[in-house]
């Protein structure tokens, strides 16, 4: 249980809220904006249907679905500096919620995209980078499937932890994979550094992560 607050303990807590909130919703807007940036003239003058229907839509699910993602290990990681701030069931109903919109807009973007090759050549691709997005999203599939449905699956805890652990596959294979195709990603200085620094911030997630297992296991 959280220790009673002074008044100024109190202010700023609200406070790191209320940062945390606004730099969450910037990171998330960017990409989105500059997106828009691309869309706007294309709707303007629509050159192709399969770009118009599939192309644009799929990479706005794969920019935002991305950042969420980043999310998720924030939430998960149980980040003492986090905790002081936000309770740990609050964070861990965040992780669940924003765990389904950015699964579901991940998957929604691999449907498009392979949809758009389809509809534009009447073909699918498989170079290595589309093999590198497809392969993550089959990790994703099984990260979410084991956390959703383990009671379902009778998926001993272990089993499911594990599985869901492919989540840490994910975000950096994806990013390599947005890094090799992505036309936000290729043609906007602001979306390539913040995925960077997206990416950096992971590795160092990461490493906490598996300074907290050692430590827990050293304590054990
Ligand atoms: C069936 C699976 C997938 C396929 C076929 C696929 C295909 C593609 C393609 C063709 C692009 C280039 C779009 C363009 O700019 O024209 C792309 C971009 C991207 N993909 Fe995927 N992808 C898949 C899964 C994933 C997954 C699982 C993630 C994240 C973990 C992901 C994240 C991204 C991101 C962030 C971009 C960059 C969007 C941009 O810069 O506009 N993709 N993907």
Same mark, same amino acid.
């Given at each position: 249980?959280?220790?009673?607050?002074?008044?100024?303990?109190?202010?700023?807590?609200?406070?790191?809220?209320?940062?945390?909130?606004?730099?969450?919703?910037?990171?998330?807007?960017?990409?989105?904006?500059?997106?828009?940036?691309?869309?706007?003239?294309?709707?303007?003058?629509?050159?192709?249907?399969?770009?118009?229907?599939?192309?644009?839509?799929?990479? #706005?699910?794969?920019? &935002?679905?991305? /950042?969420?993602?980043?999310?998720?290990?924030? $939430? %998960?990681?149980? =980040?003492?500096?986090?905790?002081?701030?936000?309770?740990?069931?609050?964070?861990?109903?965040?992780?669940?919620?924003?765990?389904?919109?950015?699964?579901?807009?991940?998957?929604?973007?691999?449907?498009?995209?392979?949809?758009?090759?389809?509809?534009?050549?009447?073909?699918?691709?498989?170079?290595?980078?589309?093999?590198?997005?497809?392969?993550?999203?089959?990790?994703?599939?099984?990260?979410?499937?084991?956390?959703?449905?383990?009671?379902?699956?009778?998926?001993?805890?272990?089993?499911?932890?594990?599985?869901?652990? #492919?989540?840490?596959? &994910?975000?950096? /294979?994806?990013?390599?994979?947005?890094?090799? $195709? %992505?036309?936000? =990603?290729?043609?906007?200085?602001?979306?390539?550094?913040?995925?960077?620094?997206?990416?950096?911030?992971?590795?160092?997630?990461?490493?906490?992560?598996?300074?907290?297992?050692?430590?827990?296991?050293?304590?054990?």
């Amino acid at each position: 249980m959280r220790k009673q607050q002074t008044a100024p303990q109190a202010s700023f807590r609200h406070g790191t809220a209320v940062v945390m909130y606004v730099v969450a919703v910037v990171l998330l807007a960017l990409p989105v904006y500059e997106w828009v940036l691309n869309a706007v003239p294309f709707y303007a003058d629509p050159y192709d249907l399969p770009t118009a229907l599939f192309n644009l839509p799929g990479r #706005l699910f794969a920019l &935002v679905g991305f /950042v969420l993602m980043f999310y998720q290990f924030v $939430l %998960g990681i149980r =980040l003492p500096a986090f905790e002081k701030v936000f309770k740990r069931a609050t964070n861990l109903r965040r992780h669940q919620t924003l765990g389904k919109i950015g699964f579901t807009l991940l998957l929604l973007h691999g449907v498009f995209m392979l949809s758009y090759d389809r509809a534009l050549t009447g073909e699918f691709f498989f170079d290595t980078y589309r093999i590198m997005g497809i392969t993550a999203l089959i990790l994703l599939i099984a990260a979410a499937m084991a956390a959703w449905h383990f009671k379902a699956l009778k998926l001993p805890r272990k089993v499911w932890k594990t599985l869901h652990l #492919l989540a840490y596959i &994910v975000f950096p /294979v994806g990013f390599l994979h947005a890094r090799g $195709l %992505g036309t936000e =990603l290729a043609t906007s200085r602001v979306v390539d550094v913040l995925f960077i620094t997206l990416f950096v911030l992971y590795c160092f997630l990461v490493a906490y992560r598996l300074y907290t297992v050692v430590r827990d296991q050293s304590r054990a």
